[in-house]
Nanobody, 113 residues
Framework: VQLQAFGGGLVQPGGFLSLSCAALGSIGIMGWYRQAPGKQRELVAT???????NYADSVKGRFTITRDNAKKTVLLQMNSLKFEDTAVYYC???????????WGQGTLVTVSS
């Protein structure tokens, strides 16, 4: 399975940015993780094929994750961005039954004034 991420960039605090990711191959759960400088990689949000979502507490109410099963894409819409959202964001997916995990290349999101 290959994951290709799109989006990222520089945005001011309070701004909006979206990330998308496309999968080649069969996948189950899709989502995003992030890693800030000097910190461990952490969950941002995931979404199951049936639409069930899971969000980190730090992004609830600000980020929205959606997916298109037919196109095998996942979209992360990020509103009200904060300085602490600055990180490299990684697209994530599992195999259909969850036995394997896959990672896309990271894309940098910088929140700065």
């Amino acid at each position: 399975v290959q994951l290709q991420a799109f989006g990222g960039g520089l945005v001011q605090p309070g701004g909006f940015l979206s990330l998308s990711c496309a999968a080649l191959g069969s996948i189950g759960i899709m989502g995003w993780y992030r890693q800030a400088p000097g910190k461990q990689r952490e969950l941002v949000a995931t979404i199951a094929r049936g639409g069930g979502t899971n969000y980190a507490d730090s992004v609830k109410g600000r980020f929205t994750i959606t997916r298109d099963n037919a196109k095998k894409t996942v979209l992360l819409q990020m509103n009200s961005l904060k300085f602490e959202d600055t990180a490299v964001y990684y697209c994530y997916a599992t195999s259909p039954w969850g036995a394997h995990e896959y990672w896309g290349q990271g894309t940098l999101v910088t929140v700065s004034s």
